[in-house]
């Protein structure tokens, strides 16, 4: 390449003659690069785009990485140069892979489709990648691209793919513990991702510990209900509400105690859905039923439910408070809510019992609750 950065002939002839690989793949480093800069006049561009298509099938492999690892983040780069490149092997599509701009979803869909796990996992890593494509990489993925896709933020992933990636890997770490970390969530799949964890913790203390498998699925889902809670908190809509409501409820894990959490953390609009699909009556007749200022409605409501009264006085209470305090989800607010439920709880069941905070009345009560209904 001349001084001022053109193409000049020199270089092509050295290019295309010179047998030394290092040497062309040097020579390719200064052509690619002055696209990268945009040192080139158009028709020298031109130039160097043709020579580009002779070297994407260049015999050495050097030459052909140096030349996808310079033209990767050339965003107009043409599309044939960057598919062809792309479906070399591994060592050099990977640059072109994670970092094309040049490639559509099709030629990422055909490659996936085609190639090896180390091509999939370049795609992968792309750091921007649409639903459709990870759709595919969790198709036709290995457990190891599934794992480099959860880690990916920067991809976009149905709620359709998350349940497909926990069909096929619910028992693999590798990709649970990523996805549990990831930005945001479908709350159903966070429903299923608490759950799992929570039955691989179950095995854990029933194997490592003198502990029966009843008193540890006891404590599991303790944990899982204010695991649960707390994720509902951070805010869903009423529409991801309902598809999780009915979720628990299909696999038999809409329990009172956990709609009880819920309106303990503030969140009246769970309670009342909740309650609603617990109960088997419209959720404008729950809100009428909770809202009664004789406070008949909650307990008809509680007993056509078969929750026993110890929950029953603690959700009065919770309704009350809810009732009292104007809360409008601004920074602390759940905290305050919380401790005035705990200070009200206490209050009223007095000496009953032992426990320093609500976890333990409802814990308790619950517990005596699963007793009870066992005698009967």
Partial sequence: MSNNGSLSPADVEWLLTDRSASARAETVEKIA??????????????????IFRILVNDAEVLVRQTLAETLKSVPDLPHDIAKT??????????????????????????IISSKSDLHQMAVASRSVISEAVSDKLAESGSEDVVATLMQNQGAEISETTYEKVLDQYGDSEKIKEPMAHRATLPITVTERLVTMVSDKLRDHLVRHHDMSPGLATDLILESREKTMIGFIKDGASH??????????????RLTPTIILRALCMGDVDFFETAMAKYSNIAVANVHILVNDAGGNGLKQLCEKSNIPGGLQEIMKVGLEVANELDFDGTPGDRERYRNQVIERVLTHFQDSFDGENVDYLIGKLGHNASAANKAA
Avoid at 85 to 110: G, K, N, R
């Fill in 33 to 50: 690069g002055g696209i990268v800069d945009a040192g080139f006049s158009e028709t020298e561009r031109r130039e160097a785009e043709e």
């Fill in 85 to 110: 490149l792309a479906s070399d092997i591994a060592d050099v599509a990977t640059p072109m892979l994670s970092f094309s701009a040049a490639l559509t979803d099709d030629d990422l869909f055909e």
């Fill in 239 to 252: 529409a991801d509400l309902v598809r999780l409501i009915d979720q628990l409820h299909a696999n038999g």
